[in-house]
């Protein structure tokens, strides 16, 4: 690792100090990356290890994109709204008081709201290790993780790894079953994310711990990129010395910014259930930067993060490796709040309540931990069959006299086989189909190739519906709009029918 710790002397092995690649360089092994492939099916653990351990790499703003070339690439995207820290700097109204990670109310313990995973573990009996993760020096309900390093980013990032495969030879009774680490930006601070990683790698494989530990890589948040010409002016669209209501547009044309109050934000930025969110928040459009005054924002060249998580550039990575988790998988999107969840499965313990949904990344397990139990259906479905191809009652529904329509034609595509209605329902209710929790209720399953809907014969419209959309192959142009055409369900008796 460090080169003042790298020596072909044997007796760094006793002294558990050797540097990652002393077996490579002094004894001509082959390094973890040179070695073949190996599909980890059960976890190859030494002996004093009761369950694999788990460690959990942050690398700062590693863009997803940036490692197109790895395998296991999951972007990740929002961050938790209600363990209190909404923000690197915020201010609380019942506190009076500022949190900036450039003052001490960050080793304030009133501002961590949630619960650390490392606590979760301690409260399981589980040990754990945190080299720099945020929080982890705060004493947080009362107690540190059992090991932990107040932050110091001028500690080499090799020194870091170093430091955690030490913790890992550690006696049974002291070594820590989750371990985290901490980097700042691997790129812009002149290091090469895999040297890095075959570094630890390596390690690893010197410890025989490469088939036995499982490995979570992720980054906080991706990166955009802006430019001192792409700004909005808030002194350009309100008064800011004294606000006060002016008359004018609320919106001037090709406006790149967006106001919201925190309750209008959209919920999947969960974004709005802590006292500590201002009440007016701004969307901003990529690429674009907003400032207070004209020239109040003086860094503006070069790339921004903050935008909306669903914008591919703001995509984060994750990857994973180990006994634990499936190999060479890719998968589409998920949100980060979910990785508690995940941590908690692969260390085998029960979380706390959180923003996430405990389960929905189960498939990226070999064999998940948890397995969701749905609540026991009340009311089944009926059916609605198909008993005609023309209705009794039109219900006053109609087509433009331009538009040719075979309503008898059209009715019989609605005549599912066995086959089609499942794979209607797999299609589109891909979590299972939504169970009815009220006693009593009366409906039917209205399947057709495009949705499903659990039809209610009470109050005469869907109780649910459930489709999905395959991602547009080609929207240029954009198909032509059809006018309105409606005709009546024929499945659906008048007398149950809305008018």
Same mark, same amino acid.
């Given at each position: ?180 680490l901490y980097l700042e930006e691997p790129d812009k601070s002149g290091h090469k994310f895999g040297t890095i990683s075959g570094g ?163 498939? !990226? *397990?070999?064999?998940?931990?948890? $397995?969701?139990?749905?609540? =026991? &259906?009340? +009311?089944?479905? %009926?059916?609605?069959? #198909? ?21 008898? !034609? *059209?009715?019989?595509?609605?005549? $599912?086989?066995?086959?089609? =209605? &499942?794979? +209607?329902?797999? %299609?589109?209710?891909? #979590? ?68």
């Amino acid at each position: 690792m460090l080169q003042s710790r790298c020596h072909c002397s044997s007796d760094c092995l006793q002294a558990g100090d050797c540097c990652s690649n002393y077996k490579h360089v002094c004894h001509g092994e082959k390094s973890w990356v040179e070695d073949d492939c190996v599909d980890i099916t059960q976890h190859q653990c030494p002996s004093g290890f009761k369950q694999p351990p788990l460690l959990l790499v942050s690398l700062d703003g590693l863009r997803a994109d940036y490692l197109q070339t790895w395998k296991t690439l999951l972007p990740v995207l929002t961050k938790m709204e209600s363990n209190g820290l909404i923000d690197n700097g915020m201010y609380d109204p019942v506190f009076d008081a500022s949190f900036s990670l450039s003052n001490q109310e960050k080793n304030n313990p009133r501002w961590y709201q949630g619960q650390p995973i490392w606590h979760t573990a301690r409260y399981q009996g589980l040990k754990s290790g945190t080299f720099f993760w945020p929080g982890s020096d705060v004493q947080i309900n009362g107690s540190f993780p059992d090991i932990y390093e107040p932050y110091d980013g001028k500690v080499p990032f090799e020194e870091r790894v170093f430091t955690v495969l030490k913790w890992l030879q550690l006696p049974d009774d002291k070594r820590p079953d989750f371990f985290t680490l901490y980097l700042e930006e691997p790129d812009k601070s002149g290091h090469k994310f895999g040297t890095i990683s075959g570094g630890l790698m390596d390690g690893l494989k010197q410890l025989n711990l490469h088939h036995c530990l499982n490995i979570i890589i992720v980054a906080d948040h991706g990166m955009e990129d802006t430019d001192c010409d792409r700004k909005e002016v808030l002194q350009d669209l309100v008064e800011i010395k004294d606000l006060w209501v002016t008359e004018g547009p609320c919106k001037k044309p090709e406006q790149k910014i967006k106001p919201y109050l925190k309750q209008h934000l959209p919920k999947r930025f969960h974004y709005a259930h802590s006292r500590r969110i201002e009440d007016v928040n701004v969307w901003v459009t990529p690429k674009w930067l907003f400032e207070r005054s004209r020239g109040s924002l003086t860094f503006c060249s070069g790339g921004a993060h903050g935008y909306d998580n669903d914008v591919e550039s703001m995509h984060a990575m994750f990857l994973s490796h180990g006994p634990a988790f499936q190999q060479q998988m890719e998968v589409q999107p998920f949100s980060n709040i979910e990785l508690y969840n995940l941590m908690c499965d692969v260390l085998q313990i029960s979380p706390s309540p959180n923003n996430g949904t405990h389960g929905s990344l189960n498939h !990226l *397990l070999r064999r998940p931990h948890f $397995l969701p139990r749905p609540p =026991a &259906e009340l +009311s089944p479905p %009926s059916r609605c069959p #198909l008993l005609t191809l023309q209705p009794s009652d039109t219900l006053g529904c109609s087509c433009p006299p331009a538009i040719s329509v075979n309503d008898s !034609l *059209l009715n019989s595509h609605l005549n $599912l086989t066995a086959a089609e =209605a &499942e794979e +209607s329902m797999r %299609s589109h209710a891909v #979590l299972g189909r939504p169970v009815v929790l009220q006693q009593n209720e009366s409906y039917c399953l209205l399947q057709q190739r495009g949705f499903v809907s659990g039809y209610s014969q009470r109050i005469f419209m869907p109780l649910w519906s459930s489709f999905s959309l395959d991602p547009p192959v080609d929207l240029d142009p954009l198909p032509a709009v059809t006018s309105s055409c409606l005709r009546a369900d024929v499945r659906v008796p008048p007398s149950q029918s809305p008018r």
